[in-house]
């Protein structure tokens, strides 16, 4: 007998429920049916009940806490409402999307209620109990793991499961009222990176484009191009909507005085300690494609290189086509045919 | 770790600050970045083949929050770093090797297990405890710092916990920069969804702080720092108490290294306008 | 490295460059004593007093594990130092169960073998298996039945952990030394101490962002154990001039996990020769769980200027009587480095006053039983007897001092009388390799006493110049051809020019070399450090035509450049130091014309 609550919260605007969110509504609808148990679902949010209509049709108890103390992230505000929620829900398996506002206070949380709590889980599946899956190592070990404790958080990871769509309704949302002690950290604002690359990463891109350090390297004709590359590089993000990644080889070569792209930073950085992104394409250019690196592209759906080197990493099984061939050129090309079909 | 600092950023972190903090940086151990790993499974469960002999390194956003921790405690005089590390006594020593060069720190050693298959809950009760031990610990100025994620478990729940058993209200998580301000208060930026920062202003020590990547360059290596550290170094490593890592209920049913072997179609015969109308195919292709 | 700049200084008793086995067999000897009687006087510090002896031990690479060498030894002295040793406390280690000789015939034809050697290939090949000739009887100067197989990394780690353990001595990793500390006045061999190599400089030694010059030790004894590429070493060689060292080699290995129904035992070894080219001997020493090293060595008097190592390493391993072992394999770890050969012709001076040397550097290793790692480790262990003896008798490290207890000591050893015996035993391969076959087995045989006394030239004059038939003939025009086509180096050209077949990769346990470098070897460098290969008369660069430094680059950090210059890409570079002895040039008619300085970097693997 199990009893599932997904935990929610509002998105930026604080009348919508994340993007996150509603996928973790999904993950947990389908548990809650495959088990045949009640769900649950808490909001958190400034404008928690008006967000809550767009789960009405997932036909679960709807608890929201709302108000202005929980309009944006803060570990002291997000743990009590969550905790409130729990405590009113009594759940056995807690659901949530792995956001930052999430990760930031759900162990603590699960602490609060007596349980334990796994994070970045991918799937949650098992016949006879159930099993989550999830990536260690950054993305190198797939792991399968149970637990007996109740209750059980679990912390969805995004982009995995399809985002809760039904007809929006007004639920019977039940308000909690929160304690709160005095705050001592308050919000002050949102800031985009110091480079003003602003917005080369876009997690809802379709394609990822990494770049390697091929780029600002010598070229076969001895010259070294790193302003052209640059200029190839962020008109192509421009015409495609593509998200921008990198090697750690080229974030790395500001540090050794070498040329660099300027709109490049290690929050780039894809691999190795960078990130794992999730996007369905990927296209990989002037990078060797060395198994450190390649690790960060385990989501990446489809996968197409441009290299000089025929027998690059990518060549031996790590991408579906590699076109040897000199990127500064396909990229200008590339880019002409984009723009001309002004798409 | 090359984010350049703003010209005001550098400015306030070379003042000096006439608060001071305790700083107690939590950090694991992690192969090497550059290792082949493969999981092996044996009668403690699931862990990363032949992990002892690997190099390993200080957990990389740990390290980050170490270095962050030094250079804070440098510009908040009558401030002090200590480092605890959870692991097998012979890694933690080779690895002090290395970390004690870039930093200065007083090393909290606990002799326990290794790897990212253990359960955090158990390491951050090892954590806290050791942590409550400290002697001479002002909790009113404790700033717990520590890696966002490991590198090997990548949970973000250790230090999170950590922070909830020694009663810390104030967390932030994935932190790229703080400031601080003469009164002691500080303004926090942590990474959110988007490649942006979020940027929050706590009142005060004590707070939890779990790095990203930060601002610093990894300190170069200085045997002069490494030579003053050792003089706690040694003797911390020799009374490191041992721990054992309760499973708590965790029970792993499988650990796997997919290989994702492609049929790679090398493409050497076209030019570069043939590829080029090919990557728009397949860009806008569904 | 300037000395104008103001460098932080430390005053230590003892500083060390360098962690091998020569300076595991030093610091263990201390720390023996030191854990018997802290209490000795001889442990009272003499710059810091009322704290014990200062020791600190400097080391390149980044990890102590990182080493890669000889894996095969007798470990006399290792044994002596540790009587109770257990292979099984040391891990990868083996004691050997079984050594064979292997002479290679050429299955594929494309060797270049002389016609006494082509017709004693006919006359064996009825008794070759596999295209083998195994030896029926291993010579007594080659046996190491009683020994240990070893891996050096892991071997280095576990000395260390004990020597750290019982804190006497500190080491540091990620740390380079630069240079020795001249005293300048002194009229005989003397040192002061030595001086970390700078950091945050660009390039070319520039100061850059971060600049932290490289600190200043002062010591009462400076103890060199940085082998025979290592700056420290190399600059007392220079300026007190003694010793030849014109015989080396490169020594190139992978660690290859067999396949699991392998039939290769733990403690196997096997030693051969005639294969890829005859003068390369090549080795198979096999390790506890299905892990086995396997390697070659390239010397200095195969006289081809486009001698390379990895690819005929790759080949070696397809010899149809190691690839029914190693096919199926998988690459786990790669290494290389430059072995010494020269042994007592190239011996240096062994102390100074405030220094003394020891190991390979000290050219300790003897070339007749291709032993290093065994008196290495004994040399260590000599100095640490002679440092004791001074030590509690008060008395400074002088020369005459250092003299009389570690130099008599090692003299008076099996190192010693190995090394006479050893001294002219390779010099017949300057006259080609059967040759040198015959002489070395000469002069094992009769323990030195007959040999061939001819001295080897210069490393530089060991390569065969292309002269102007090598130029026009088609073989070099063919290849020169493919490489420009194929986009491929010169070298790697030739070969397949001359018949050697194209390595089949499979992505496993064939891969490219770059590959090599990032999964088996792990290679990279820490930022903020100068190039440590210069060209010094770049001149000399641009009309050179054999680059046989490219061909040798183990790491292809070294590659062409435009104008006929070289290009250095320091992430990549193993620290193996081919390059200082495969420069086809030298403007000083003694060395090449590439200098090896002290950097960062090398190899991340701890499986070597």
């Known amino acids: ?343 | 770790m090359h984010l350049l600092l703003s010209g005001a950023a550098k400015n306030s972190r070379e003042r000096k600050m006439p608060n001071f903090f305790h700083i107690v940086v939590c950090a694991g151990i992690a192969p090497d970045p550059l290792q082949t790993l493969e999981p092996a499974t044996g009668p403690n469960g699931p862990g990363i083949k032949n992990e002892m002999l690997l190099p390993a390194v200080l957990d990389p956003w740990a390290a980050s929050a170490l270095y962050e921790a030094a250079h804070l405690a440098a510009s908040c005089a009558g401030s002090k770093v200590w480092l605890v590390s959870l692991g097998p006594k012979a890694k933690l020593q080779q690895l002090m090797m290395t970390v004690a060069q870039k930093a200065s720190f007083e090393l909290i050693a606990i002799d326990g297990p290794i790897g990212g298959f253990t359960d955090a809950h158990a390491t951050a009760s090892v954590l806290a405890g050791a942590i409550s031990a400290i002697a001479g610990l002002d909790k009113t100025k404790l700033l717990l710092f520590g890696g966002w994620e490991s590198a090997t478990r990548g949970a973000g729940v250790a230090l999170q916990l950590t922070g909830e058993l020694l009663g810390i209200a104030d967390q932030f998580q994935g932190v790229d920069r703080v400031e601080m301000s003469d009164d002691g208060s500080f303004e926090v930026l942590e990474r959110v969804e988007g490649g942006k920062h979020l940027a929050s202003n706590c009142g005060g020590a004590p707070a939890v702080l779990g790095w990203a990547t930060g601002n610093l360059p990894e300190p170069r290596n200085n045997p002069q720092v490494g030579m003053a550290n050792m003089r706690t170094m040694m003797p911390a490593l020799q009374k490191a108490k041992t721990a054992a890592l309760d499973p708590n209920g965790l029970r792993y049913i499988s650990v796997s290294l997919p290989s994702r072997q492609r049929s790679t179609r090398v493409v050497k015969d076209l030019n570069p306008d043939e590829i080029a109308r090919e990557l728009v195919e397949w860009i806008g292709a569904e | 490295m300037s000395s104008e700049v103001q460098r932080p200084a430390t005053d230590v008793d003892i500083a060390c460059v360098g962690f091998g086995p020569a300076m595991g067999g030093f610091l263990t000897t201390l720390t023996r004593a030191w854990d018997e009687n802290p209490a000795d006087p001889a442990f009272e510090s003499k710059i810091a007093p009322g704290m014990p002896l200062q020791v600190i031990c400097y080391e390149r690479a980044d990890d102590l594990a990182a080493g890669v060498s000889g894996v095969v030894t007798r470990a006399r002295g290792i044994r002596a130092s540790f009587p109770a040793l257990d292979p099984t406390e040391i891990p990868m280690a083996a004691a050997i169960s079984q050594e064979r000789i292997l002479y290679l015939l050429d299955p594929i034809g494309a060797s270049r073998r002389s016609f006494i050697l082509r017709v004693a290939d006919f006359l064996l090949r009825p008794v070759t298996r596999n295209h083998a000739f195994e030896l029926p009887w291993t010579p007594p100067f080659l046996r190491k039945h009683d020994g240990l197989i070893l891996s050096i990394g892991q071997f280095n780690q576990w000395v260390a952990s004990q020597i750290m353990a019982s804190g006497i001595a500190q080491i540091w990793p990620g740390m380079p030394v630069g240079s020795p500390i001249f005293a300048d006045d002194a009229d005989k061999p003397a040192v002061l101490g030595v001086r970390l190599a700078d950091q945050g400089v660009d390039k070319h030694g520039e100061p850059a962002d971060g600049f932290l010059p490289g600190m200043d030790v002062n010591a009462r004894l400076t103890v060199v154990g940085d082998g025979p590429v290592g700056a420290v070493g190399r600059a007392l060689s220079k300026r007190f001039k003694r010793g030849e060292e014109h015989d080396w080699a490169l020594g190139m290995k992978m660690v290859i996990e067999l396949p699991e129904n392998t039939e290769l035992e733990p403690g196997t070894v096997w030693h051969t020769f005639g294969f890829p080219e005859p003068e390369i001997f090549g080795f198979l020493y096999v390790h506890p769980d299905r892990l086995a090293s396997v390697g070659i060595f390239v010397p200095s008097s195969l006289g081809d200027p486009e001698r390379t190592a990895y690819r005929y390493l790759q080949l070696f391993i397809q010899h149809p009587v190691l690839w029914q072992y190693l096919k199926d394999g998988t690459l786990r770890s790669w290494g290389a480095k430059s072995l010494a050969e020269s042994g007592k012709t190239g011996e240096p001076i062994l102390s100074g006053d405030g220094f003394a040397r020891i190991g390979e550097g000290s050219g300790s290793t003897n070339m007749l039983t291709n032993s290093g790692v065994d008196e290495a480790w004994t040399t260590g262990a000599q100095l640490g007897e002679a440092v004791l003896e001074l030590l509690r008798a008060g008395l400074p490290f002088t020369q005459e001092n250092l003299a009389g207890t570690y130099e008599k000591r090692r003299r008076e050893s099996w190192v010693e009388s190995g090394a006479q015996r050893a001294e002219h035993a390779r010099n017949g391969f300057h006259h080609g390799f059967v040759r040198g076959m015959i002489g070395m087995a000469v002069a094992g045989l009769s323990a030195g006493r007959f040999s061939l006394k001819s001295g080897a030239p210069p490393a530089h004059k060991q390569i065969r110049p292309f002269t102007a038939g090598d130029k026009s003939g088609s073989t070099l025009q063919q290849a020169a051809a493919q490489a420009t086509a194929e986009n491929r180096p010169l070298h790697d050209a030739l070969l397949s020019a001359r018949g050697w077949p194209e390595i089949p990769l499979d992505g496993r346990l064939l891969i490219t070399q770059q590959d090599a470098l990032l999964l088996g070897g792990k290679v990279q460098a820490m930022p903020g450090f100068a190039d440590h290969v210069q060209f010094l008369d770049r001149n000399l660069c641009s009309s050179c035509f054999e680059k046989t430094c490219i061909a040798m680059c183990s790491g292809q950090a070294i590659t062409a450049g435009p104008e006929g210059l070289p290009a250095f890409e320091r992430e990549k570079c193993v620290h193996c130091g081919a390059c200082l002895w495969n420069c086809a040039q030298s403007s000083d008619g003694e060395h090449g014309n590439i200098e090896f300085r002290a950097g960062s970097g090398g190899l991340h693997s701890a499986e070597n």
């Open chain 1, 1 to 343: 007998m199990e009893s599932i609550l997904v935990l929610t919260h509002c998105d930026e605007t604080g009348a919508a429920l994340s993007k996150g969110s509603l996928e973790a509504v999904t993950a947990a609808h389908e548990l809650a049916a495959r088990l045949g148990e009640a769900l649950s679902i808490g909001i958190v949010g400034s404008k928690a009940e008006s967000a809550a209509q767009s789960v009405a049709s997932a036909g679960a108890r709807v608890l929201s806490v709302s108000g202005e103390a929980f309009t944006q992230p803060r570990f002291a505000s997000d743990a009590a409402a969550c905790t409130a929620i729990c405590r009113a829900a009594q759940p056995t398996l807690v659901l949530a999307p792995h956001s930052s506002r999430f990760g930031r206070v759900m162990a603590a949380v699960a602490y609060r209620l007596g349980g334990k709590i796994d994070t970045h889980i991918a799937s949650i599946g098992g016949t006879e109990g159930i099993e989550a899956s999830r990536w260690l190592y950054r993305q190198r070990i797939e792991a399968v793991l149970t637990r007996t404790s109740r209750p059980w958080f679990l912390l969805m990871d995004g982009g995995i499961h399809e985002p809760w769509s039904g007809e929006a309704a007004v639920p019977h949302a039940e308000q909690l009222a929160v304690e709160l002690p005095a705050f001592r950290t308050r919000f002050v604002g949102f800031r985009s990176p110091d480079q003003g690359g602003a917005g080369t990463i876009r997690p809802e891109a379709k394609l990822l484009f990494v770049a390697g350090a091929g780029w600002t390297k010598k070229q076969p004709d001895g010259q070294i191009r790193a302003a052209e590359a640059g200029d190839l590089i962020l008109q192509f993000l421009r015409l495609s909507a593509a998200s921008l990644g990198s090697s750690k080889s080229l974030v790395d070569q500001g540090g050794d005085g070498n040329a660099v792209l300027p709109f490049l930073n290690h929050l780039n950085q894809v691999g190795q300690t960078g990130s794992t992104p999730r996007h369905p394409k990927g296209l990989a250019t002037c990078c060797h494609g060395e198994e450190p690196h390649v690790v960060g592209w385990r989501f990446i759906g489809e996968r197409r290189a441009i290299s000089l080197d025929p027998n690059c990493g990518w060549t031996r099984g790590k991408a579906d086509v590699v076109y040897i061939a000199d990127a500064f050129q396909v990229m200008a090309r590339l880019n002409a045919l984009l723009a001309k079909s002004g798409s």
